[in-house]
């Protein structure tokens, strides 16, 4: 495995700035966002792939600093029931699928979207549990009308431009949340769909991460390196499903954490352990969004922090050396 960085935390930098501080704290490898959510700060692909000049330099970039290209992140909601938002959603897709293309990568990593709870609603509906009977109903409609027959469509697109991996992250908020609706979106469309596993989002539904991952096997196909905490004091009077903006930090049931500030490092190391134990062998992606610390602590924490849990127990070898 390697250890490797979702560069959307250094958008302020340019992107070879980015990668030559990246390179030297000993990072082997970069997971960069093209649209959606995570924004084109560091690649705009419709610029990239009109300017043979502009993609050299994105490609020397990360060559001159040893840095591989872990995958391209464009996170957004291709089945909003909005058509413009799902119009936008799906040609920002489209276009990450032709930059790798372009570039001779194969990983996408997105979402899988969430539809609204009927052909005429306007905005997406999560739906959380099976009762009332109109909530089972929704379910039905999102997955059979709306979920699958996009991904089948969207995925042989995918396909054609070269892609052999969709990672979709499991995120509440959308129809893929957890390891079984990952298998089941998966089982559907064919082994192209996979998961971007983050532990981060799977820790306060009251997942077991390492449990998550021995389920899900080869369908792990990248990973993100992100922390909660759940708050000893707000979680057991209101549970984990909170509304509160993220910044209201000491008010909130749990917060994102930089690796080693939610879990511990015998947690990390047993996840990393399983990694192995279900044959990963690609990127640790870091992903920071932690509200306590600055970009550089909580990054250069995490390098740190992770670096001692990719080591093999009882040896000094580590497996991404």
């Known amino acids: 495995m390697k250890l490797g960085v979702f560069t959307v935390l250094l958008g302020a930098q340019p992107l070879r700035q980015a990668c030559e501080y990246l390179a030297k704290s000993g990072v082997q490898a970069v997971e960069i966002g093209c649209g959606g959510n995570p924004g084109?700060?560091?690649?705009?692909?419709?610029?990239?792939?009109?300017?043979?000049?502009?993609?050299?330099?994105?490609?020397?970039?990360?060559?001159?600093?040893?840095?591989?290209?872990?995958?391209?992140?464009?996170?957004?909601?291709?089945?909003?029931?909005?058509?413009?938002?799902?119009?936008?959603?799906?040609?920002?897709?489209?276009?990450?699928?032709?930059l790798a293309e372009a570039l001779g990568a194969r990983r996408i990593v997105t979402f899988s979207g969430c539809p609204g709870g009927c052909a005429a609603d306007r905005t997406p509906n999560w739906v959380t549990c099976p009762w009332p009977d109109d909530f089972s109903d929704i379910l039905r409609y999102q997955w059979n009308d709306v979920l699958i027959p996009y991904w089948q469509k969207t995925a042989a697109l995918a396909a054609g431009y070269g892609v052999a991996q969709i990672a979709l992250e499991m995120h509440p908020g959308f129809c893929v949340y957890n390891p079984e609706t990952c298998l089941r979106l998966r089982e559907a469309v064919g082994p192209i769909i996979g998961a971007n596993l983050d532990p981060s989002h799977l820790f306060w539904q009251g997942i077991d991460p390492v449990a998550a991952i021995r389920s899900m096997g080869d369908a792990i196909m990248h990973f993100h390196?992100?922390?909660?905490?759940?708050?000893?004091?707000?979680?057991?009077?209101?549970?984990?499903?909170?509304?509160?903006?993220?910044?209201?930090?000491?008010?909130?049931?749990?917060?994102?954490?930089?690796v080693g500030y939610g879990h511990g490092l015998p947690l990390w190391r047993d996840i990393?352990?399983?990694?192995?134990?279900?044959?990963?062998?690609?990127?640790?992606s870091i992903e920071h969004e932690d509200s306590l610390m600055s970009v550089n602590e909580g990054l250069q924490k995490a390098i740190a922090f992770l670096k001692e849990a990719m080591m093999f127990e009882g040896t000094t070898e580590m497996w991404w050396a």
């Open 40 to 98: 084109k700060a560091h690649c705009d692909p419709k610029a990239l792939l009109a300017d043979p000049a502009k993609l050299a330099e994105f490609k020397a970039a990360l060559a001159d600093n040893g840095l591989e290209l872990a995958a391209l992140s464009v996170h957004g909601n291709g089945v909003h029931p909005d058509p413009a938002v799902a119009k936008a959603a799906h040609d920002d897709f489209l276009d990450a699928c032709r």
């Open 272 to 284: 990393m352990s399983n990694l192995r134990l279900v044959g990963y062998d690609g990127v640790i």
């Open 225 to 258: 390196a992100k922390d909660t905490r759940l708050d000893s004091v707000n979680c057991p009077v209101n549970g984990v499903l909170d509304t509160k903006p993220y910044r209201d930090e000491v008010h909130r049931s749990w917060i994102f954490r930089t």
